[in-house]
């Protein structure tokens, strides 16, 4: 019998690839796990300790006093469930190749989600989402590890608590559960959800009023190059800023003052409110500090032009919040992990 592979471990490790903002920073301790066998090996929990995957949603403004868990746990299987089938991903597979291997096995729901970067195990984190799915959608349940009582634990999608951008572990149970494996709940039956207003306006422009598969997940692959620069050749995380969420009194305020704020109700009767509206508004796409800045095709994504430090961005950041703040009374939160920051996603756990 072949001997288990023990916890790869590194230290004082170089953490600037590891996130695709690349900012510059080291870990204290770096542990590369390939199974769940491996993470149970790992010695007692330094503290911190953070778990990433492909670093799409994490920047580190400062160097990491603890423990990095790299996540590469690996392997995909399929079980029919009547006439859906339950896939079940390990948390280090790549998101967007589960992506596309479901539609090449035929299986439909996610094919909205395709190209966003990061691994599978990360998505329940914030409930990715884009173009009108998200993961909450299609989350059968997870397989996780809870810190606090050393237990193998599998979650429903009830019990990860999803609301929009957000989850029990980005929030109240943040840093308590180490995901292992996510199992979806996908259908042979493919239901266009094409009704998310640029997704339906691309298709119209393409005269495909009654889309197939792929022709879907082409519409949203080429919005989404359109909008969004490629972190391989442009460091960025995405969207920077959450869209504020606020009451129906708040909402008509700001629309009495500002008519053309776009706003979008949502099932609970809250608003939902367009960030990158008020962003541009204040005319801050495009625009720089120093080596970082805002994007010109979309005003939520901050982008490092090349060297820039965690200072440089936190200084970006709160010029942004802060006129956001004078003019529309909204406090602006960052949607990806900050980690050595004090923001409101900041990650201080000492
Ligand atoms: C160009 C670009 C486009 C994007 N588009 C979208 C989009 O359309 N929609 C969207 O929702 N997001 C989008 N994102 C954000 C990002 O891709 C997602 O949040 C993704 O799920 C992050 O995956 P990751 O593995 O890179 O996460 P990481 O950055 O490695 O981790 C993110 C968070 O999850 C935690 N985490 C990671 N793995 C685990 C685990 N196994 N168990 C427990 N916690 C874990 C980390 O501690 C951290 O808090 C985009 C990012 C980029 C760069």
């Known amino acids: 019998m072949a ?7 590194t230290h004082d490790a170089d953490l600037s690839d590891l996130s695709t903002f690349r900012l510059p920073a080291r870990a204290a301790e770096l542990a590369r796990i390939e199974s769940p066998a ?96 998200e993961l909450a959608d299609v989350l059968e349940s997870l397989l996780a590890l809870d810190r606090h009582s050393g ?4 979650l429903s999608r009830e019990e990860c608590r999803f609301d929009y951008r957000d989850s029990r572990f980005k929030s109240a149970d943040r840093g308590r559960f180490i995901i292992c494996e996510v199992t979806l709940r996908l259908s042979r039956h493919f239901l266009p959800r094409a009704d998310y207003s640029s997704l339906a306006a ?4 393409r005269g495909t009023d009654a889309p197939d598969p792929r022709q879907l997940a082409a519409a949203v692959m080429r919005l989404r190059r359109h909008r969004l620069p490629d972190p391989a050749r442009l460091a960025n995380a995405g969207s920077f800023f959450k869209n504020p969420v606020v009451d129906g009194n708040t909402a008509a305020a700001l629309l009495a ?9 949502l099932p609970d009767g809250r608003r ?44 970006l950041v709160s010029a942004i919040t802060g006129s956001v703040e004078r003019r529309f009374g909204l406090t602006l939160e960052p949607e990806p992990l900050l980690v050595g920051s004090s923001a409101p996603s900041g990650f201080t756990r000492s």
């Open 38 to 133: 491996q993470l149970a090996e790992l010695p007692a929990p330094a503290t911190p300790e953070l778990i990433i995957g492909g670093g799409s949603n994490t920047l580190f403004v400062a160097d990491f006093p603890g423990r990095i868990v790299l996540n590469r746990m690996r392997g995909v299987r399929m079980k029919a469930a009547g006439r859906d089938v339950l896939v079940t991903a390990a948390a280090g597979e790549n998101w967007h190749a589960l992506v596309r291997r479901c539609l090449d096995e035929g299986l439909y729901g996610i094919e909205n989600l395709i190209m966003i970067p990061g691994s599978v195990g990360a998505a329940p984190m914030q409930n990715i989402g884009a173009y009108g799915v």
């Open 257 to 265: 003052e500002h008519p053309a704020l776009p706003c979008w109700h």
């Open 151 to 154: 237990e193998m634990v599998t």
């Open 202 to 205: 691309e298709l119209e422009h």
């Open 3 to 9: 001997a288990r592979k023990a916890p790869e471990i």
């Open 272 to 315: 939902k409110l367009a960030a990158a509206w008020m962003i541009e508004s204040l005319g801050w796409k495009g625009r720089s500090l120093g080596r970082v800045g805002v994007y010109p095709h979309h005003a939520l994504v901050l982008v490092n032009h090349g060297g820039a430090t965690g200072a440089e961005l936190l200084e």
